[in-house]
């Protein structure tokens, strides 16, 4: 039964066709589900209330197609997407299935290889711009070592500035305006992964040519991980204006890479990310495409993927009202102001460096031993967002 959490496209939820197209192979075993044709995946998304589909050049054309094949392909595909009235925000490139990139691409010290994936990801961002996308993403997911013997880390980070500096210039001397997002991950599938996370890719943007068109796509099983926070990594990248997409799932701390349906661990940690994207808190939200970056466990048919795809949108939608309320309560806002409260104009006295700044601070009556009396009620604010969470007293 319809209810207000149903997934509507104006919600802007969207899914990579590897994502409710994977078959469930694992290390361990083989596929358990049937390819589900991308035009069929479309109509799925259509049905389930989604807003656009994602894809990697080779999820839609098989490695190696010919000119014309790959024309006919995307042809059929555009058709499904006016067809179902779906959109592709983004586009990526697959640069680590193919055994050329097993010691990476742009960080492959083989510059032969390194030419060969720039020419790829030139085809995949000239598809994606055929199918409407203004983003894409580039993971690195082979861009790392098993051995530090191989190479200088040093040099790898070269490279890899090399061509993402080439593939902005040529971007921009197409007269495209695209947005670049870089995916961190820590490791898997290599032992150690460059650049392990959003903060490592926040500095390295800083340092490319064309920064300005660069910025992150976080993705909450790569920070969690390592036992990061998800949240604190989105709020730095939108802090700088970098978040430009964001791969929505779960995970379990120190676990591989699980890709979990969103919301269905670390629920605090998903509450307080979308708090955070709504911008139901202090500041304005994030207003791109919400991508679901996960898959259905290994036990579903065909069936539970829409399940899961499902779970995914409503999830988050329920999520974003348990914020909204959360915000929206009289004791939360007091507790905040209470502790963001300053009585004697001190803040303004921080914000900038002047000798009157500075000789202000000296005169200020501060003794630590007051400072340090008032309890913050952190306690009774997280226990109201655990309740809000759960539905109590709503
Ligand atoms: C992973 C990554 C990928 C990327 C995708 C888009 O760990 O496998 O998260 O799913 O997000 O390749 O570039
Ligand atoms: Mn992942
Ligand atoms: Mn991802």
Same mark, same amino acid.
């Given at each position: 039964?319809?209810?207000?959490?149903?997934?509507?496209?104006?919600?802007?939820?969207? !899914?990579?066709?590897?994502?409710?197209?994977?078959?469930?192979?694992?290390?361990?075993?083989?596929?358990?589900?049937?390819? @589900?044709?991308?035009?069929?995946?479309?109509?799925?998304?259509?049905?389930?209330?989604?807003?656009?589909?994602?894809?990697?050049?080779?999820?839609?054309?098989? !490695?190696?197609?010919?000119?014309?094949?790959?024309?006919?392909?995307?042809?059929?595909?555009?058709?499904?997407?006016?067809?179902?009235?779906?959109?592709?925000?983004?586009?990526?490139?697959?640069?680590?299935?193919?055994?050329?990139?097993?010691?990476?691409? !742009?960080?492959?010290?083989?510059?032969?290889?390194?030419?060969?994936?720039?020419?790829?990801?030139?085809?995949?961002?000239?598809?994606?711009?055929?199918?409407?996308?203004? @983003?894409?993403? !580039?993971?690195?997911?082979?861009?790392?070592?098993?051995?530090?013997?191989?190479?200088?880390?040093?040099?790898?980070?070269?490279?890899?500035?090399?061509?993402?500096?080439?593939?902005?210039?040529?971007?921009?001397?197409?007269?495209?305006?695209?947005?670049?997002?870089?995916?961190?991950?820590?490791?898997?599938?290599?032992?150690? @992964?460059?650049?392990?996370?959003?903060? $490592?890719?926040?500095?390295? @943007?800083?340092?490319?040519?064309?920064?300005?068109?660069?910025?992150?796509?976080?993705?909450?099983?790569?920070?969690?991980?390592?036992?990061?926070?998800?949240?604190?990594?989105?709020?730095?990248?939108?802090?700088?204006?970098?978040?430009?997409?964001?791969?929505?799932?779960?995970?379990?701390?120190?676990?591989?890479?699980?890709?979990?349906?969103?919301?269905?661990?670390?629920?605090?940690?998903?509450?307080?990310?979308?708090?955070?994207?709504?911008?139901?808190?202090?500041?304005?939200?994030?207003?791109?495409?919400? $991508?679901?970056?996960?898959?259905?466990?290994?036990?579903?048919?065909?069936?539970?993927?829409?399940?899961?795809?499902?779970?995914?949108?409503?999830?988050?939608?329920?999520?974003?009202?348990?914020?909204?309320?959360?915000?929206?309560?009289?004791?939360?806002?007091?507790?905040?102001?209470?502790?963001?409260?300053?009585?004697?104009?001190?803040?303004?006295?921080?914000?900038?460096?002047?000798?009157?700044?500075?000789?202000?601070?000296?005169?200020?009556?501060?003794?630590?031993?007051?400072?340090?009396?008032?309890?913050?009620?952190?306690?009774?604010?997280?226990?109201?967002?655990?309740?809000?969470?759960?539905?109590?007293?709503?």
């Amino acid at each position: 039964m319809a209810d207000a959490f149903d997934p509507v496209p104006a919600d802007q939820f969207t !899914f990579g066709l590897w994502t409710v197209g994977n078959p469930g192979a694992d290390p361990f075993g083989p596929r358990v589900r049937p390819t @589900i044709p991308p035009t069929e995946i479309v109509a799925g998304l259509a049905r389930a209330g989604a807003y656009g589909v994602n894809l990697h050049d080779n999820d839609l054309i098989p !490695f190696g197609a010919s000119a014309a094949e790959r024309d006919r392909i995307v042809a059929e595909f555009k058709q499904a997407l006016s067809d179902h009235g779906l959109v592709v925000p983004m586009a990526t490139t697959n640069l680590f299935s193919h055994p050329v990139f097993r010691d990476g691409a !742009f960080t492959s010290s083989d510059p032969r290889v390194r030419a060969f994936a720039l020419r790829k990801t030139m085809a995949a961002i000239e598809t994606g711009i055929e199918l409407g996308a203004g @983003i894409n993403v !580039f993971w690195g997911g082979r861009e790392g070592v098993e051995t530090d013997a191989a190479r200088d880390c040093r040099d790898a980070i070269k490279w890899y500035r090399e061509c993402l500096d080439f593939l902005c210039a040529w971007t921009k001397e197409q007269g495209w305006s695209q947005r670049f997002a870089l995916e961190a991950k820590p490791n898997e599938p290599r032992g150690d @992964i460059y650049l392990a996370t959003t903060g $490592h890719m926040l500095h390295f @943007i800083e340092t490319l040519e064309h920064s300005e068109m660069c910025g992150v796509n976080p993705e909450v099983a790569h920070e969690n991980m390592p036992g990061l926070s998800m949240v604190h990594a989105v709020a730095q990248a939108m802090e700088a204006d970098k978040l430009f997409h964001i791969d929505l799932n779960a995970q379990k701390i120190g676990r591989y890479d699980q890709d979990l349906r969103f919301g269905s661990e670390d629920v605090k940690g998903a509450f307080f990310l979308v708090r955070l994207l709504e911008g139901t808190g202090a500041y304005p939200g994030y207003d791109g495409p919400r $991508h679901f970056d996960a898959h259905a466990y290994r036990t579903e048919d065909v069936a539970g993927v829409w399940d899961f795809a499902r779970g995914c949108m409503r999830s988050y939608k329920i999520l974003a009202e348990r914020a909204r309320c959360f915000d929206a309560d009289a004791e939360v806002q007091q507790i905040l102001a209470d502790n963001h409260a300053d009585p004697y104009g001190v803040a303004p006295l921080l914000s900038s460096y002047s000798p009157a700044h500075h000789q202000a601070i000296l005169d200020l009556d501060l003794d630590p031993e007051t400072l340090s009396q008032p309890g913050r009620r952190y306690e009774r604010l997280d226990q109201l967002a655990f309740e809000h969470l759960l539905g109590v007293g709503v």
